[in-house]
């Protein structure tokens, strides 16, 4: 059973940052296309960022575009969501995600295997 953990969340004044982690169990993560999602109370989960498999593929939603970067590090099974000059807008229950079988990234949360239980990220202003 494959199983994600996120950390790296809590409490961040306006134009702040935070660095999220999502550790991935077992000895498939270079395999999987990884993304980051969110869920603000009220609101459907949206995506904000993913990374293929490879690392060569990268999208952001246009709402975190040059604030946020998501990267991989293999040697760790971790993915993580470095996360700059925060709104509170931006404040949410933030989940990672993985997509098996040597996938693309991926902006919808179908085309996503696995789920973390997810992290809270509030933003004060």
């Known amino acids: 059973q494959v199983q994600l953990v996120e950390s790296g969340g809590g409490l961040v004044q306006a134009g702040g940052s935070l660095r999220l982690s999502c550790v991935v169990s077992?000895?498939?993560?270079?395999?999987?296309?990884m993304g980051w999602f969110r869920q603000a109370p009220g609101k459907e989960r949206e995506f904000v960022a993913a990374i293929s498999w490879s690392g060569g593929n990268i999208y952001y939603a246009d709402s975190v575009k040059g604030r946020c970067t998501i990267s991989r590090d293999g040697a760790k099974n971790t993915v993580y969501l470095q996360m700059n000059s925060l709104k509170p807008e931006d404040t949410a229950v933030y989940y990672c995600?993985?997509?098996?079988?040597?996938?693309?990234?991926?902006?919808?949360?179908?085309?996503?295997?696995?789920w973390g239980q997810g992290t809270q990220v509030t933003v004060s202003s």
């Open positions: 077992g000895r498939t993560f270079r395999s999987y296309a």
């Open positions: 995600a993985a997509r098996k079988s040597y996938s693309t990234a991926a902006s919808l949360a179908d085309e996503y295997d696995y």
